[in-house]
């Protein structure tokens, strides 16, 4: 049998096969990759920070609806205010961001200041820390943003 194993090949198909199988993948690893937190939920505006002074401004306890952001998969962002929403584009390595090709509707209203604090700091985003509720975004503008995860 050797012999006929030998000369039809199979002698060296065979340790391929097993090497193949032991490589494969290892069912104990399936559903374990980890999802970076930032992705998949809404990310609520709590409060910014002046980037000169370090003073915090709280988010209006008295505004309707809290500013808020939701990362995808596919490099593209979300934001939506009390009045205005818009999207734009993104990247991260390691802490850093980019957020590019912000588009946003411009439709005025009494709470516009908020949304302004938003826009006008999610476009000089520089890096960002994240954990499973908090997200930090710092920015090259006036102000670093700081925001809960969405219950």
């Known amino acids: 049998m050797f012999r006929i194993l030998k000369k039809s090949g199979w002698l060296l198909f065979l340790p391929g096969i097993f090497l193949i199988m032991m490589l494969g993948c290892n069912k104990n690893e399936i559903g ?44 593209t962002m979300a934001f939506y205010g009390t009045c205005n929403g818009g999207r734009a584009e993104y990247s991260i390595q390691n802490n850093q961001i980019i957020i590019s090709n912000l588009c946003t509707t411009l439709i005025f209203c009494s709470y516009y200041k908020w949304e302004n604090y938003l826009r006008n700091n999610l476009d000089s985003a520089y890096s960002y820390d994240v954990s499973v509720q908090a997200l930090k975004i710092y920015s090259k503008g006036s102000y670093n943003l700081y925001f809960v995860r969405d219950k």
Do not use: G, H
């Open 32 to 75: 374990t990759r980890q999802v970076n937190p930032l992705l998949l939920c809404k990310w609520m505006l709590s409060y910014i920070q002046d980037t000169r002074t370090m003073q915090i401004i709280n988010y209006p306890a008295n505004y309707p609806v809290k500013e808020s952001i939701e990362f995808t998969n596919d490099s």
